[in-house]
């Protein structure tokens, strides 16, 4: 459940305080043209809401709490048809999601830094009730395409900018091997194509594999600016992240310790760990 936002509470129930006289307010007659272009003039709504249970949503429902849909790639349909908000939050319940088809985030919707896409898991560590086992699951396991690397499958995919990724846990996919010497099977559970796409944060997050049963080549792979890991953990993921930005990044990383990684942030953590765990702490 999410937490209480004790500095709301304390706002006045009336809307303001003070010695505040009420306005005197001339009445106008307003023509129906002057009428249209003010309701044209509103713009899009705050923000689009939609809940997603693995158990029990189905995806012909609206995606309302009592209603949710029940795959996050319906989620990532309803998010790009829709064009009447100016925000998208996708909140996924607890449960597995094998995603047997790339979740797409694509759209022309103007997100901000403030107004953005957030798909995050409905219970969230910050909330002292919070268990890992709250955590929703998401297993990729969508057809692999065949691209130069060798044949490549994306779970969720963001092509928008100011993005928020939180407290969902991904497992490894079902194929990694090489081909040959330089072709790879794989499949990448957050993935960005665009090179001109920026903010994209991956919060609270947990990536865990097993290179023998369910391998995970890279965790994160983010063409573009402004890729942000904060609070991440990968376990038992071969690479961590990988980002092609041109601008300079920063991160904190714990590999059994500490270490600094700047101007370029690097693309992979060496090789593959099968007991080690990379805790991301911070990114700027």
Not at 151 to 161: A, F, S, Y
Not at 177 to 203: A, C, F, H, M
């Amino acid at each position: 459940m999410p937490v209480r936002n004790k500095s709301l509470e304390r706002c006045h129930s009336d809307g303001y305080s003070g010695n505040v006289k009420p306005l005197a307010l001339k009445r106008t007659t307003f023509t129906l043209p002057l009428l249209l272009l003010l309701a044209g003039a509103a713009g899009p709504s705050a923000a689009q809401q939609l809940f997603v249970n693995a158990a029990s949503g189905a995806d012909a429902n609206p995606g309302t709490r009592e209603r949710p849909l029940r795959s996050i790639t319906e989620a990532a349909r309803r998010v790009n048809a829709d064009t009447s908000s100016n925000s998208s939050e996708v909140i996924v319940a607890p449960g597995v999601y094998v995603l047997s088809q790339t979740a797409l985030f694509k759209n022309n919707k103007a997100y901000t830094a403030t107004d953005r896409l957030v798909i995050r898991a409905e219970a969230l560590p910050d909330d002292p009730r919070w268990h890992p086992q709250q955590m929703p699951t998401v297993v990729t396991a969508v057809p692999l395409e065949a691209d130069p690397g060798g044949e490549t499958g994306n779970g969720i995919q963001i092509e928008v900018n100011h993005a928020t990724i939180q407290g969902l846990r991904f497992t490894g996919g079902l194929d990694y091997y090489y081909k040959t010497s330089n072709q790879i099977r794989r499949t990448y559970p957050i993935w960005r194509d665009g090179k001109n796409l920026e903010d994209l944060l991956v919060k609270q997050c947990v990536f865990i594999g097993d290179d023998q049963v369910m391998p995970l080549h890279v965790g994160v792979i983010a063409n573009g600016h402004g890729l942000v890991l904060e609070h991440d953990i990968f376990y038992n993921v071969k690479n961590a992240w990988s980002s092609g930005a041109q601008r300079a990044e920063r991160a904190i990383a714990t590999p059994c310790g500490t270490a600094w990684f700047t101007e370029p942030a690097p693309a992979a953590y060496g090789p593959w760990r099968p007991t080690a765990m990379i805790s991301i702490f911070a990114t700027t």
